[in-house]
């Protein structure tokens, strides 16, 4: 018996995930997951640490995230990816690991150079951008820098494994392993913040990189993949990866100049670069639940159909567009909405109160002014990456990162604005790139005149406009402390509040009335969102009730392995169709 569940749950984890909802249902539901267990991590931050205490853990992770972003995003997703599947896809599966054994020898040689320098360069860098930073905070600042190198390390391989099982159809694994990092943190700041104090968190990180590392060797060495060190500058391989991963490099570069800005002027307020990371760790989850999520979802699809037939690669995209949008903008809404008692649920614990709940919900809601669009860029850089054109949404990207760095100095260093500001530029910059990619994509591919997104736009704000302010009434109808303060003028004149007040109001200062009026509002806006859609005669509305049945079956493995006869999209080809 013990065997038999070990041999299905062995099936389960490695079945593949052959068409996009599929693929797309278990990246959302890990990506919730792994968000969920982030907003408990920080809860759990602020039980420990206040939020000038938190300053100095979250800025350490500027230069190691660098380093991350270079390697990982830049090489990964940009050259890796697609030289690897493309070998992948025409059988030859010698050469596909080839491939990555190479990838992983330059990976390694550039993490060892760059975290030298790190290392080396630390405390003068944080002394020039940290000017708000005391001596003391700079110091401890660069103690964490340097330790977490060390997690950096694991992440180099392990993203490398990521997009070895995302080439190969195998999404659960990949997805579990930002859980298990995040569970790492959590465990480990339980466990030893009352001793170690800022360092337990830390050094949480490095066993959460080594646990996102571990849990997808196994599946990785089963599929193949045998590491060696491999490097020859002559080899056509290295040419490219390089010629690939150039464009996205300098692309990186600008964004983390830009990162450097956001670091210089957040910590000139007191706090701030704390409130600004939390309320993004909230604004971006619609961005990662949904806007990713398909975006990763029907890339490798568009990828499939961009060289063979254009008009049904724009109809996989415009598809995708719609369902991005149709999910994201009320949800982007419905945060604003609901800012401050998500906030309080999120964060709200000893070190953190109120004031620092409103500065984090201003922050929050100035991201999700661009919400939509971030998540739409998401899919739309996709787009010229399956048209094989990298150049185009680097430019783009290059533009808005110095409008938002401009913009982010403007208001907060210029205009003296809190740190909501930052997060404002943050979307005004997402809201311009968005447009010139639109418009440059349209081009591109001979325009969507005949698919209609400008009505579908439209109808989308309407429902889930009206939705968003309908919530905005309830919240304050069933919280007691709107009432207490609009109504405080009865003292005044000598009365009270009816005995019945407490029959349709919540005393919201108490946590399970807080949890029951976000959760009776959010509900409302949902069902509402829906029967607006239904009646406005969005026809991405399917997409959700599609979904939602697949959910009521209550068959979570035999919807996460959906097979191709219930749903005819393949995302990708297997190796033996070729390409």
Request: a positive charge; hydrophobic letters at 55%.
């Amino acid at each position: 018996m013990v065997k038999k569940l070990f041999e299905e749950g062995k099936n389960f984890l490695y079945a593949k995930q052959t068409n996009i909802l599929s693929a797309a249902a278990i990246i959302m539901f890990m990506v919730a997951a792994s968000r969920f267990l982030g907003l408990i991590r920080n809860r759990v931050f602020v039980h420990y640490f206040a939020p000038e205490q938190l300053d100095a853990y979250l800025a350490a992770f500027h230069l190691p995230d660098m380093l991350f972003e270079y390697l990982s995003l830049g090489v990964m997703s940009s050259a890796f990816i697609p030289i690897f599947g493309r070998y992948l896809g025409k059988g030859d599966k010698k050469e596909a690991w080839r491939v990555a054994s190479v990838t992983v020898t330059i990976l390694l040689l550039f993490f060892t150079i760059i975290s030298v320098l790190i290392f080396i360069f630390a405390e003068p860098f944080y002394q020039l951008i940290a000017q708000g930073f005391t001596p003391e905070k700079i110091a401890i600042t660069v103690t964490f820098t340097r330790w977490l190198l060390v997690a950096q390390m694991f992440f180099v391989v392990s993203y490398l494994l990521t997009a070895v099982l995302e080439a190969h159809q195998r999404f659960l694994v990949s997805q579990t392993a930002p859980v298990l990092y995040n569970v790492g943190i959590l465990v480990t700041t339980i466990l030893f913040a009352p001793t170690l104090g800022m360092m337990a968190p830390v050094l949480g990180v490095i066993l959460g990189s080594f646990l996102h590392l571990a849990i997808q060797l196994p599946i990785a060495l089963n599929l193949g993949f045998r590491p060696k060190l491999l490097l020859n500058f002559k080899d056509p391989v290295i040419r490219d990866i390089s010629k690939l991963a150039i464009p996205r490099v300098v692309e990186l570069t600008f964004f983390q100049i830009k990162r450097s800005v956001d670091l210089f002027t957040a910590s000139l307020i007191a706090g701030g670069i704390t409130y600004f990371k939390f309320g993004d760790s909230l604004a971006s989850l619609p961005i990662a639940l949904f806007g990713l999520s398909i975006a990763k979802a029907s890339f490798p699809q568009m990828a499939l159909q961009s060289g063979k037939n254009i008009e049904l690669f724009k109809q996989t995209f415009i598809s995708s567009f719609k369902e991005i949008l149709f999910l994201v903008v009320p949800t982007t809404i419905f945060l604003a909405v609901l800012r401050l008692p998500l906030v309080r649920l999120a964060f709200g614990a000893q070190y953190f109160d109120w004031q620092d709940t409103l500065d984090t919900g201003y922050v929050v809601s100035a991201f999700c002014l661009g919400g939509f669009a971030y998540a739409l860029s998401l899919l739309l850089n996709r787009g010229f990456y399956a048209l094989q054109d990298t150049a185009t949404p680097v430019k783009v990207s290059i533009f808005t990162i110095f409008l938002n760095a401009v913009l982010g100095i403007l208001f907060v260093v210029g205009f003296k604005l809190p740190i909501w500001s930052l997060a404002l530029a943050y979307s005004i910059a997402g809201i311009v790139q968005v447009i010139i990619l639109y418009a440059l994509f349209a081009r591109r591919v001979g325009g969507f005149a005949d698919y209609k997104i400008g009505q579908v736009f439209v109808k989308i704000i309407l429902a889930a406009g009206v939705s968003g302010l309908l919530m905005y009434i309830l919240l304050k109808v069933l919280d007691r402390s709107a009432w207490d303060q609009k109504l405080s003028f009865f003292r005044h004149i000598g009365l009270s509040l009816p005995t019945t007040f407490d029959l349709f109001v919540l005393d919201t200062r108490y946590t399970v009335n807080l949890v029951a009026v976000t959760f009776l509002v959010a509900l409302f806006g949902f069902l509402l969102y829906l029967a607006l859609s239904y009646m406005l005669r969005i026809e991405e509305l399917q997409f959700v009730l599609r979904a939602l049945r697949k959910i009521s079956r209550n068959r979570l493995p035999a919807f996460l392995k959906e097979s191709e006869s219930q749903n005819t999209e393949p995302i990708a080809p297997t190796p033996n169709n070729g390409s």
